[in-house]
């Protein structure tokens, strides 16, 4: 193992929360405002995966008074409080960024029994 492999490994998680690409995720995220810490939701559909190791990413969509706002979490970030499974979804993709360009029942994903 080198020298950059062994620094990133000493800032990844253990056990990473497991999810995939189309599934409903609730994101508890450390927000600093001033000297006080909180934590805020943001919960949307996983519509992207990226990278892997330290450096792995994943990004979120919800709608947000009807206007589509997306957010990419670092998965390995110190500020990520929880990522916890609303609901598992069922698609044949990768990347839904199709679903940028649907509203309502078209941009609906089925749910994996």
Known sequence: MGLIEAIEAEGML???PKFNVGDTVRVGYRIIEGGKE???????VV?????GGIRETFTV???????G???CF???SPRIKYVTLV???KVRRAKLYYLRG???KAAKIKEKK
Request: hydrophobic fraction near 30%.
């Open 14 to 16: 253990e056990n990473p």
């Open 74 to 76: 670092p998965l390995h």
């Open 47 to 51: 519509i992207a995966k990226k990278n």
């Open 69 to 71: 706002v997306e957010r």
């Open 61 to 67: 969509r919800r709608l947000s008074f009807g206007v």
């Open 87 to 89: 609901k598992a979804g």
């Open 38 to 44: 909180r934590v805020q939701n943001f919960e949307g």
């Open 102 to 104: 649907l509203t309502g």
